[in-house]
């Protein structure tokens, strides 16, 4: 089924992911949060994350691969996940670029990856890193 252009949002409105009832988030899981048409991509971008900044309870990092580059966002409150990506895409749920990025952090960091997040911006003052 086709979803009408009008029933997308853009990337850069938050897009909720509820945390398992630990604070958990497990990367098969994250497939039910991407478009069909996204996941029969046959070729995945390996994505290079960069931490930018955190500003208030929201953590950004640069999301590379090649020669581009968007901003990811992601905030965790009431044991959900708050996702944007700066490429304005418009999506029924996650782009390609957070999809990637997403699973990317969680291979990397374990599936409490969210929850260790959630407590460093709970101690964080508005950082910005020079990288």
Not at 14 to 19: D, E, F, G
Not at 26 to 48: A, C, E, G, R
Not at 81 to 87: I, Q, R
Not at 89 to 109: D, F, M
Request: with cysteine; hydrophobic share 30%; charged share 20%.
């Amino acid at each position: 089924m086709k979803i009408h252009k009008d029933d997308l949002r853009n990337t850069n409105d938050a897009y909720v992911i509820p945390l398992g009832r630990d604070g958990q988030l497990h990367p098969d899981s994250l497939k039910k949060h991407i478009d069909t048409y996204t996941l029969n991509f046959k070729q995945w971008h390996i994505n290079v994350l960069a931490p930018l900044c955190t500003v208030g309870k929201r953590a950004e990092y640069y999301n590379t691969y090649g020669t581009l580059t968007y901003i990811l966002g992601i905030e965790v409150s009431s044991n959900q996940l708050y996702v944007t990506c700066s490429c304005k895409r418009r999506v029924e749920k996650l782009c390609h670029h957070t999809y990637a990025a997403l699973k990317s952090l969680l291979i990397t960091g374990g599936t409490d990856y969210f929850l260790k997040l959630s407590k460093i911006l709970q101690n964080t003052q508005c950082t910005t890193s020079n990288t």
